[in-house]
């Protein structure tokens, strides 16, 4: 049975989670374009969604977020591959920070929603 705390929980936290993601991201030269600032915090609020509804027997917490993070953030370094040259980043730099940063995401959601909230996942 689904943990409706733990899901709404994980969610809200995912939210905030591209929140600052967006900020970070257009700290860099240049305005972000509004289709990659909705993309950035739905994909961050997927991996909130997904954080909430998983069912994976990872073993410990730490280890379920950071595999879920890692693993949801993989979409959006691909579609970082696309985007313009950046005498900031190259493309392969701004691919491994997206998911080291989609690690840490992960990892910060289920920190929250596990230790703060109480909100286990009952299946791990």
């Known amino acids: 049975m689904m943990n409706l705390r733990r899901l709404l929980v994980?969610?809200?936290m995912g939210l905030v989670c591209g929140f600052i993601c967006v900020g970070l991201a257009s700290s860099s030269p240049g305005e972000l374009p509004t289709p990659v600032v909705f993309q950035?915090?739905?994909?961050?609020?997927?991996?909130?969604?997904?954080?909430?509804?998983?069912?994976?027997?990872?073993?410990?917490?730490?280890?379920h977020g950071l595999v879920i993070g890692t693993v949801f953030s993989f979409p959006l370094a691909f579609s970082g591959l696309m985007a313009p040259d950046s005498p900031e980043f190259s493309k392969p730099a701004m691919f491994v920070m997206t998911i080291g940063f989609g690690a840490v995401y992960g990892l910060l959601i289920e920190l929250v929603t596990?230790?703060?909230f109480r909100a286990k996942n009952r299946n791990a």
């Open 10 to 12: 994980a969610t809200l």
């Open 40 to 63: 950035i915090v739905a994909e961050r609020t997927l991996i909130g969604v997904a954080i909430g509804i998983s069912c994976l027997r990872l073993g410990h917490w730490t280890i």
């Open 114 to 116: 596990s230790v703060l």
